[in-house]
C-alpha cells in the first residue's frame, strides 16, 4: 500500500486522522522512494534521516485534525531559506546558513508541515528552464530528454516525482508556473506580497513572488491559507485583499483570450491543438470567451528581461557578481552583466512606461473575469535548450513575463 501512496493532502489528513500512517511512517515512505543517487538532478541538499524523524517526532501528541498540514512533506526552492542548512541558490561559491527559516517555511512548519530537502534550480533564479546549474540540468518528470522548466526546476519535479505533496518555488518571469505546466502540476503565483519574502534571496525583489506547486488546486488553496499573512519584517508584505470575483459561486463568466495572431506555440501543434481544448472546457464550466488584445501585455513582458528591471538581478547580487562573476553560470552572467548599460534615468523611464501599460491593460478588466492563456507555448528537449539558451528560453516566459509587473496572480 505505501509504496502506492499518494501525497495529496486529504489522502495524507484521512490516514493520519484514522491512525493509519504516523508521520515517522510517512517520512520511511519518502526516504524510501528518494534513495539513491538523483539521475533527475532535483535536489541540491535532502535532509538526512534523523533531522527527517525529529521533524516527525514534534508532532507527537498533536491532533491531526487540529494542524492544516499535519505531517504533510514538503520541497523548499535553494533560493528560501531553512535554517541550519545551506541557501545556494544553485551558486556553491555563495552559499550561505540561515540562522532561522524564511517566513513563509517557519509558518508552514508550525502548522505541522514536513521539509524533506532544497531543490535544484535555474542559478539565482534566473531562467524559465531548468538547465542553468551547476548541480545538472534539472529533467522533466515525464520525459527526462526535455526541460523541467524553471528556475524553480526542481520543486516541480520533487512533487511530481511523489517526493512532496506540495513545494515552495519562485515567481519573478514564471518560474513558478513554467515548471508546473511541464511537469502537469497546479503551479500558483500570488499576487505580490501576499506571501513574505522575508528570507527569500532576491532576484527581482520589487517583483518576486514565493509560489506553491501542488497536487491539486485544493491543496495549493491550503498551502496558501497556511503562509499568507501579513509580515512586518517584509517592506513589500501587504494585507490580504478580497477576490473580485467569485469563480465558485457564479453560474458564468467571461474569460479573456488573446487574439488568434497574437497566440504564440513556436511551432508546437499539439500545444495549439490542447490550448483549444482547455477553451472549449472554460466554456463547458460556463464561460464565455471575450477576445482581447494581448499587445500591451506583451510590451509589458519585454520589459522585464529587455528595460532596466534586468539592473535588480544585479542589486540582488552585486558584491558577490563584482568579486566572482567567473563562478556564475554563463547565460546567468550575460544576463546579469547586460544589467549594467542602465542607467537611473533609464530606470525612471521604465516606471513611467509600465504606469502607462497598467493603465492601458486595466481597460480589459471591465470586460472579463480572467485571463486565459497557454502557460508556455512549447517545451524544449535539454539538448535544444543548451544550444540556444537565451532565445529558447525567452519563448518560455511569452505567456508569463508581464504577470508581477502587472502585480496579478496566476
Request: aromatic share 10%; glycine share 10%.
Amino acid at each position: 500500500m505505501m509504496e502506492d501512496l499518494s501525497l495529496d493532502i486529504a489522502n495524507l489528513r484521512d490516514l493520519y486522522i484514522s491512525g493509519a500512517l504516523t508521520p515517522r511512517g510517512l517520512v520511511d515512505v519518502i526516504l524510501a522512494r528518494t534513495a539513491g543517487d538523483d539521475p533527475d538532478h532535483v535536489w541540491i541538499h535532502r535532509l538526512p534521516a534523523e533531522a527527517l524523524y525529529a521533524y516527525a517526532d514534534s508532532l507527537t501528541g498533536k491532533n491531526p485534525a487540529s494542524a492544516p498540514l499535519y505531517g504533510i512533506p514538503f520541497a523548499i526552492k535553494d533560493n528560501i531559506d531553512l535554517v541550519g542548512v545551506p541557501t545556494t541558490a544553485a551558486c556553491p561559491e555563495f552559499a550561505y546558513v540561515p540562522e532561522r527559516s524564511a517566513t513563509v517555511v517557519q509558518r508552514l512548519i508550525d502548522v505541522g508541515a514536513i521539509p524533506v530537502g532544497k531543490t535544484n534550480l535555474d542559478q539565482f533564479a534566473t531562467g524559465l528552464n531548468g538547465t542553468r546549474s551547476p548541480y545538472g540540468a534539472c529533467r522533466n518528470a515525464f520525459h527526462p530528454d526535455y526541460i523541467s522548466g524553471g528556475s524553480s526546476a526542481g520543486s516541480a519535479v520533487a512533487v511530481a516525482k511523489g517526493w512532496a505533496s506540495f513545494s515552495l518555488g519562485t515567481d519573478t518571469a514564471g518560474s513558478g508556473r513554467v515548471p508546473a505546466a511541464l511537469n502537469n502540476l497546479i503551479g500558483h503565483k500570488p499576487t505580490c506580497g501576499s506571501l513574505s519574502t522575508c528570507g527569500v534571496l532576491p532576484a527581482c525583489r520589487s517583483l518576486d513572488a514565493v509560489s506553491i506547486f501542488a497536487l491539486t488546486a485544493h491543496d495549493a488553496e491550503q498551502v496558501l491559507a497556511a503562509a499568507a499573512g501579513f509580515d512586518a519584517a517584509d517592506c513589500y508584505s501587504r494585507q490580504a485583499e478580497g477576490h473580485g470575483f467569485d469563480f465558485g459561486r457564479a453560474d458564468s463568466f467571461r474569460f479573456g483570450v488573446p487574439q488568434a495572431e497574437q497566440l504564440q506555440f513556436f511551432g508546437n501543434r499539439e500545444g495549439e491543438r490542447l490550448f483549444g481544448e482547455a477553451l472549449a472546457r472554460l466554456q463547458a464550466l460556463g464561460g464565455q470567451p471575450v477576445e482581447i488584445d494581448f499587445a500591451p501585455f506583451l510590451e509589458t513582458a519585454r520589459l522585464l528581461y529587455d528595460g532596466p528591471w534586468v539592473a535588480e538581478r544585479y542589486a540582488a547580487i552585486k558584491g558577490f557578481f563584482d568579486a566572482h562573476a567567473a563562478h556564475v553560470n554563463p547565460p546567468v552572467r550575460e544576463i546579469i552583466r547586460g544589467a549594467k548599460r542602465y542607467s537611473a534615468a533609464d530606470a525612471f523611464a521604465g516606471q513611467y512606461r509600465l504606469q502607462a501599460l497598467k493603465r492601458e491593460t486595466l481597460k480589459v478588466w471591465t470586460d472579463i473575469d480572467c485571463l486565459a492563456t497557454p502557460t508556455a507555448g512549447i517545451g524544449y528537449s535539454i539538448a535544444d535548450m543548451l544550444a540556444d539558451p537565451i532565445r529558447l528560453n525567452a519563448n518560455l516566459g511569452y505567456y508569463t513575463n508581464f504577470m508581477n509587473l502587472l502585480d496579478l496572480a496566476a
